[in-house]
């Protein structure tokens, strides 16, 4: 009787061994998504940041011809932009009619010779650089309809835009419905 005990004793162990050895494990990939996230948490649904994220995700799954509605989210403290591959720099009289700033708005490094689509961190400057923003690469430039000579959407207050988008050869536009 004593050899059967001592067969079960083993089988506890493992069982106890193996349950902490998953808790750890799922403790460690738990905190290492918070760490590859970084601050992320403040960008989920119902910010401007999942806006931009489906925005950009619409945009980049379109084929020529295609027109596709979609939102945008505003707020004081982030503008979206659009940048021209072979613009480096959106000066500020060019776009006065649609949002007045203190000084123009540089295209971010990661975005050089690309067109892309923006978030940017504003307030008393906009920095498209900052670690707040993020850009997309898109295949093509984008035009907003009605609007300045570059696409840029801000507004103080939280505000939510409904988009009407399409693709065409030569580049998207976006229609603020």
């Known amino acids: 009787m004593n050899k059967k005990g001592d067969e079960s004793t083993p089988v506890v162990v493992m069982t106890a ?5 998953g ?3 799922a403790i460690v990939l738990v905190s290492l998504v918070f760490t590859l996230t970084g601050d992320q948490g403040k960008k989920d649904e ?3 940041y999942f806006y931009f994220t489906i925005l950009a995700k619409d945009l980049t799954q379109m084929s020529v011809g295609d027109v596709k ?3 945008f989210l505003s707020n004081k403290d982030v503008i979206l932009v659009a940048f021209d591959k072979d613009k480096d720099v959106i000066r500020k009289d060019e776009i006065s009619k649609c949002v007045v700033l203190s ?11 690309k067109n892309c689509l923006c978030i940017c961190k504003s307030g008393s400057t906009v920095n498209c650089d900052s670690k707040e923003s993020s850009c997309v690469e898109l295949p093509l430039k984008v035009n907003l309809l009605n609007s ?3 696409f840029i959407l801000y507004d103080q207050a939280e505000k939510r835009y409904d988009l009407e988008l399409k693709k065409d050869k030569d580049a998207f536009t976006i229609n603020i419905k």
């Open 17 to 21: 061994f193996r349950f902490i050895v």
């Open 23 to 25: 808790a750890l494990i």
């Open 46 to 48: 119902g910010t401007s």
């Open 69 to 71: 509605n979609s939102a």
């Open 103 to 113: 000084e123009d708005i540089k295209k971010p490094v990661l975005c050089r010779d």
């Open 148 to 150: 300045c000579s570059n």
